[in-house]
């Protein structure tokens, strides 16, 4: 079996300031394996794909290919130790033809040398069966066309390792079915693929092996046909079988029978698939699922905050249009955006002034909030929230993460919402700030608001929703409540109902 390895990356060790990336992770590839890096968001498998390609350095560990000892300080040193990456995102030049795409900048000849080119290109796509030609411009394939071509352009520079980053994320089934086909016959032809996806269906249907992270650490590695789907997500989230088996079942919720507030029929946007979803006035609700399974896609959609593709909305059974936040926010829906640095503190701007900007906007920014008013509102939430900060004037980026979320949170609040949406609202943030804000959801459920509340901490859903719509691959796959509220049922659901 030794003899088969074509890649051991021993004892692989990164750390950023403050951070502790991988400890001592193994990964093993095989010739002619395709071989799954499975984990959720932050469990080191990017971390490790760039100490691979060159990206990152690694702190300690040694990285053999093909019986050598590697040296790989760049991703040129990557590729001509025969490790090419096609990522998610396809780099190639759409207005170029698919020959140039595949041989631009591997020689100042490709002009005088055209026809041989093209020729080689013909070759190259006939033998890896890629539906294309070498003279058609690569903006007219499909994206799954560009993927296999970016892949055969990889192949080409005899590439021992090939690392697929998210391929299919933008592909549709039948896309998704040429390209498993081209990895079946590259892994025939003894290329090692490495395949990082959150698709589980997927990894079913094409690895032969499976490797899980964790925290930066490795959980271990199976036989794709030794390890069932509910024990992969079991891994992934941290939670042994036994344990799982252990759990009491919770105690049944209270389940909210007031009127529907919102409903939304066959809804989709740029980035969610159709879906139907209803929301009680004073009911807490969530979407669960992995990383990728469609979750923020779908709470984006019902804000507006992504191009909408289609569907009808209903507030208080009475149709409404809803294709950007503004529509959403005075028809009384707040949004609390996953990467709240990104998409939601202003970094530069004083906690008072993050308070206030959404009703400012809902306000108009022609109908100003006098000093004498914010200076009242940041105040009031500061105190109820327990914000810790010098002052209201104290930038809200030099706040703690608990408390930057706090501030957002105000913000929303301070709009009097009748559906606020939380996605991931205590990421990052110390277990008291996240009790905090868990009862505060619960509170104002008390009070009439409807919440929809996402969490990665399946035990943090439990403790507050209701109801748990349950995602995989983009799309709704069941609903949980009552006795069904469970860990255990959970994992079973995103695993596809095996037990």
């Not at 193994?26 to 002619?32: H, P, S």
Request: aromatic share 6%; net charge negative.
């Amino acid at each position: 079996m030794q003899d088969n390895v074509i890649l051991q990356m021993r004892n692989i060790e990164k750390s950023f300031p403050g951070v502790r990336a991988l400890g001592g992770v193994d990964f093993t590839l095989r010739k002619g394996e395709i071989h799954a890096l499975m984990g959720e968001n932050g469990a080191g498998k990017s971390t490790l794909i760039k100490v691979l390609t060159g990206v990152y350095q690694m702190d300690e560990g040694e990285i053999i290919v093909d019986g050598q000892k590697a040296v790989i300080r760049s991703p040129q040193d990557a590729q001509n130790t025969g490790i090419s990456t096609v990522y998610q995102e396809i780099t190639l030049c759409p207005n170029l033809t698919v020959a140039e795409n595949m041989f631009i900048g591997r020689g100042a000849d490709l002009l005088v040398k055209q026809k041989e080119y093209e020729k080689r290109a013909d070759e190259i796509l006939g033998n890896l069966g890629i539906p294309a030609r070498s003279r058609q411009i690569l903006g007219s394939c499909s994206l799954a066309v560009q993927q296999m071509v970016a892949i055969a352009r990889a192949v080409d520079m005899q590439c021992k390792v090939l690392i697929l980053d998210e391929p299919t994320s933008s592909l549709d089934d039948k896309e998704v079915n040429l390209l498993f086909e081209l990895m079946r016959n590259l892994k025939s032809q003894g290329v090692g693929i490495i395949f990082v996806t959150h698709f589980l269906e997927q990894v079913y249907e094409v690895s032969d092996r499976i490797t899980v992270l964790r925290n930066g650490e490795l959980v271990g590695e199976y036989l794709t046909e030794d390890l069932p789907q509910v024990e992969l997500v079991a891994r992934m989230m941290g939670k042994e079988l036994d344990e799982l088996n252990s759990l009491g079942e919770n105690e049944e919720k209270k389940t909210q029978n007031g009127e529907v507030f919102y409903e939304a029929s066959s809804l989709s946007s740029s980035d969610a698939l159709p879906f139907d979803f209803t929301i009680h006035k004073g009911e807490v609700n969530g979407f669960t699922g992995l990383l990728g399974s469609g979750r923020s896609e779908s709470v984006r959609a019902i804000f507006g905050a992504d191009k909408i593709g289609g569907g009808e909305v209903k507030i208080k059974g009475e149709a409404v249009k809803i294709t950007k936040p503004i529509e959403a926010m005075k028809h009384g829906i707040g949004y609390l955006a996953e990467d709240r640095k990104r998409d939601g503190i202003i970094a530069d701007l004083s906690v008072r002034e993050n308070i206030i900007l959404a009703l400012q906007v809902m306000n108009g920014f022609f109908k100003p909030i006098s000093r004498s008013e914010s200076e009242a509102f940041a105040d009031e939430y500061i105190k109820a929230l327990n914000i810790k900060t010098a002052s209201r004037e104290t930038p809200i980026g030099s706040l703690s993460g608990g408390n930057q979320q706090k501030v957002i949170l105000a913000r929303w609040l301070l709009t009097h919402p009748d559906y606020l949406i939380l996605d991931e609202p205590t990421r990052g943030i110390d277990v008291g700030t996240k009790l905090e804000i868990q009862k505060l959801v619960l509170k104002l459920a008390e009070e009439g608001v409807s919440v929809t509340f996402i969490s990665s901490e399946v035990e943090e859903m439990l403790r507050t929703c209701s109801r748990l719509i349950v995602m995989r691959d983009r799309h709704i796959v069941g609903e949980l409540k009552g006795k069904d509220l469970n860990q255990k049922k959970v994992m079973e659901t995103i695993a596809g109902g095996e037990s």
